[in-house]
């Protein structure tokens, strides 16, 4: 599984060209679509306290080691194709060896979502008499109150 994280764009970013580059880079990785995922953090890059959202961009690929020979051009494509999203941007790789990773793929569901296999749910109509219209909050500070005299007074008693 080649895991390819991109810090400082939003998730909605990452969304869009994961969807518009999974299968280039596959191409480029040598590999099926099947092993290309993305990982999009909710999370700020920060520098000197100002946010980098969309202007600073860092791509972090975590990738077996097999595929280290392809890194120039696996490299070039994502900066020149993501800054479509942003100003800045650095690539960055990381290797491991296949044997040190686990995985479990439950065979009863598809391995992936996709725009063919989503189910939509009809939400049920709600009766109206069913939603409480009231305060909820109604004589909070009064049972609050009596609530802080019972535990003085239990406090006392022991």
């Known amino acids: 599984m080649i895991t390819i994280s991109i810090y ?3 998730q909605y970013a990452v969304g869009h060209y994961s969807k518009e580059n999974t299968k280039n880079l596959a191409q480029l990785f040598e590999t099926n679509e099947d ?8 999370a700020y890059l920060l520098h000197y306290g100002m946010d980098q959202t969309s202007w600073n961009s860092i791509v972090r690929i975590n990738a077996p080691k097999k595929f280290a020979a392809l890194e120039t051009k696996v490299a070039e494509y994502i900066l020149k194709t993501i800054v479509v999203y942003c100003i800045n941007a650095s690539v960055e790789f990381y290797y491991y ?5 686990y995985e479990f793929i439950n065979k009863e569901y598809p391995r992936f979502l996709s725009e063919e296999n989503i189910v939509n749910v009809e939400h049920e109509e709600i009766d109206e008499e069913e939603i409480y219209h009231g305060n909820v909050f109604e004589n909070l500070d009064e049972k609050i109150e009596e609530e802080i005299i019972r535990r003085n007074k239990n406090e006392k008693e022991n």
């Open 8 to 10: 400082g764009l939003d």
């Open 35 to 42: 092993n290309i995922l993305f990982y999009a953090p909710n």
């Open 97 to 101: 060896e296949e044997k040190n990773r």
